[in-house]
T-cell receptor, first 116, second 109 residues
Framework: GAGVSQSPSNKVTEKGKDVELRCDPI?????LYWYRQSLGQGLEFLIY????????KSGLPSDRFSAERTGGSVSTLTIQRTQQEDSAVYLC??????????????FGEGSRLTVL | GQNIDQPTEMTATEGAIVQINCTYQ??????LFWYQQHAGEAPTFLSY????GLEEKGRFSSFLSRSKGYSYLLLKELQMKDSASYLC??????????FGAGTRLAVHP
């Protein structure tokens, strides 16, 4: 597609429920990143994919968080047993480059998660 | 460890020049990015420095000193639409950008 697409744009859920957030990166971009941004805060790195593998998942806050990427394209971020502190905007970004070469990250509009 | 430090807020007048400073400490370094983020929107790319010195792009310029762990973003001829958050993001291994909390810039008439 023309840009990074994320869905849903808004999700309201009850504490304890599971949620899935989807990211469709720019076609041909091999690198994919998930970030989280709480209100008024900076972007917090969660996980990085190169192709379908995740060489860096150091930012996942707990084992309730998991992510996968299939076909070197779409990625899903799953949060199990959501807690109120999980409320944030979850941003996905993709890039042509990864590994040791820096490249511009293109961000999606984000999925705003509210846990009641 | 990793640490990015930039001012929380700045104000400036339309037509003026403003410099936003950033100091950083990261493990691994592949260059430094500046992103702009308007409220409620996704961050958008402004500039990238990998070598020491100044990179100029229209009204925006960015400077890097790798030895000092220091960068700045210079915005000239400020416009009202420049009111936004400016995010300093050094790139580490795997092109992982580590973002600072950002500097909220308010441009006044």
């Amino acid at each position: 597609g023309a840009g990074v697409s994320q869905s849903p744009s808004n999700k309201v859920t009850e504490k304890g429920k599971d949620v899935e957030l989807r990211c469709d990166p720019i076609s041909g971009h091999t690198a994919l990143y998930w970030y989280r941004q709480s209100l008024g805060q900076g972007l917090e790195f969660l996980i990085y994919f190169q192709g379908n593998s995740a060489p860096d998942k150091s930012g996942l806050p707990s084992d309730r968080f998991s992510a996968e990427r299939t076909g070197g394209s779409v990625s899903t971020l799953t949060i199990q047993r959501t807690q109120q502190e999980d409320s944030a905007v979850y941003l996905c970004a993709s890039s042509l480059r990864g590994r040791s070469v820096a490249g511009e990250l293109f961000f999606g509009e984000g999925s705003r998660l509210t846990v009641l | 460890g990793q640490n990015i430090d930039q001012p929380t807020e700045m104000t400036a007048t339309e037509g003026a020049i403003v410099q936003i400073n950033c100091t950083y400490q990261t493990s691994g370094f592949n260059g430094l990015f500046w992103y702009q983020q308007h409220a409620g929107e996704a961050p958008t790319f402004l500039s990238y420095n990998v070598l020491d010195g100044l990179e100029e792009k229209g009204r925006f310029s960015s400077f890097l000193s790798r030895s000092k762990g220091y960068s700045y973003l210079l915005l000239k001829e400020l416009q009202m639409k420049d009111s936004a958050s400016y995010l300093c993001a050094p790139s580490g291994g795997y092109n992982k950008l580590i973002f600072g909390a950002g500097t909220r810039l308010a441009v006044h008439p």
